[in-house]
């Protein structure tokens, strides 16, 4: 089953926020973690059952070298990206 994948509004403000972020740290910094990000939706796409749920309904994964997950929600053959925050965030 292929799967498409859809980003919300919210999770491309936050992907763009900690983009900035990082890049303020150290140039390059946030193409590491965008490329972090994009690993992890190839993840989604090839298995997205594979994680963990958050409760009854959305699920997440969790980047490996930043402190970052992407919450999200199977529904049919899509996966809506409903946030991607940094763990120390209020959950939803």
Not at 54 to 73: D, G
Request: proline share 3%; with cysteine.
């Amino acid at each position: 089953m292929s799967f498409e994948l859809l980003i919300q509004k919210e999770a491309w403000t936050e992907i763009q926020l900690a983009y900035d972020w990082y890049e303020e740290q150290k140039e390059g910094l946030g193409n590491d973690f965008l490329a972090e990000i994009e690993k992890c939706y190839n993840d989604l796409i090839e298995n997205p059952h594979r994680h963990s749920y958050i409760n009854h309904l959305y699920r997440r994964i969790k980047t490996e070298r930043f402190p970052y997950i992407i919450i999200y929600e199977i529904e049919d053959e899509r996966i809506l990206i409903l946030r991607v925050r940094h763990v120390k965030q209020k959950p939803l």
